[in-house]
């Protein structure tokens, strides 16, 4: 299993109730669907650009409630239908759809970030309007419960860039702020080169910069976890496992040395059991604490 900011759609779970799960596999198969523009296939880059400029249009139009004028296939006009009647049945916003449609646009031109707040920014369009929408299903919308939701979503993807290092690195995209590279000396030797190769560098470097984020990332989940705990029912306990698995891909990174290029850290059926101990019987996490306390071992 991955940790990665569409898959966390907690997609047709038993701990869902019934009547959220149609809505869910929507906003999921948009997320999804979007995604798969930016990265799958091998269409030119200025295509797949047209073609989530006309899901753009589709979500304004959706937005406005006036009829999609935008140009749509087949499929695409399938997945549009079934979003509309989400939207208006749970009276959603379509700002987190655009942010989505943002991030994966940039994917198509930016494949590294200088800087924490740059990473950062990328985060909050590709990762957090996934919770700021399960948020709004949920009529769970204050100040505290997104910023905790944006909390966690970040922290999500930030798990995901340390446990796709590796894949990342062979796609040409580095997900590691490049200041963080030059702090551990492993910053780029020109523009044209996107991050030291991890085969040459220094092995002992490179588990710095992965300790490193792998902490920005507990960081995040942590100062997020509270609202896990808070949410009630089913929707604070599907949290829960989420921000525990996280967290578990980071104890298994950490096992590992920090190396995803040899070991990338993915849950198995193993630790389904740990996860759903730890999400029913251990208490909340506090933001200067890890789950469990051998992380960094």
Known sequence: MAVDHYENFPVASLLLPARLRPAVRDLYAFARGADDIADEGDAPAQVRRERLDAWRGAVRDLGAGRPIQAPLSAN???????????????????????????????????????????????????????????????????????AQSDAICTGLQRVNFCQDAALDHAKGRCYIPLDCLERHGLAPAGQDTLCA????????????????????????????????????????????????????????????????????????????????????????????????????A
């Open 76 to 146: 695409d006009r399938a997945i549009f239908a079934r979003l509309g009647d989400t939207l208006v049945r749970h009276r959603l916003p379509v700002q987190p759809l655009l942010d989505l449609l943002s991030a994966f646009t940039q994917d198509l031109d930016v494949a590294r970030y200088a800087d924490e707040p740059a990473l950062l920014d990328y985060c909050r369009r590709s990762a957090n309007p996934v919770g700021r929408l399960m948020l709004h299903l949920f009529g769970h919308t204050d100040t505290a419960d997104l």
């Open 197 to 296: 190769d991890p085969a040459a560098a220094p092995s002992d470097a490179w588990r710095s910069v992965m300790r490193e984020q792998a902490s920005q990332a507990r960081r995040a989940l942590l100062a997020g976890a509270p609202l896990a705990w808070r949410l009630p029912g089913r929707i604070g306990l599907e949290l829960r496992l989420v921000v525990h698995g996280g967290l578990r891909i980071l104890e298994k990174l950490a096992a590992d040395g920090y190396d995803p290029w040899r070991n990338r850290p993915i849950l198995g059926r193993a630790d389904a059991f740990l996860l759903c101990w730890r999400a029913f019987c251990t208490p909340r996490p506090r933001p200067d604490s890890v789950l469990p306390s051998h992380h960094d």
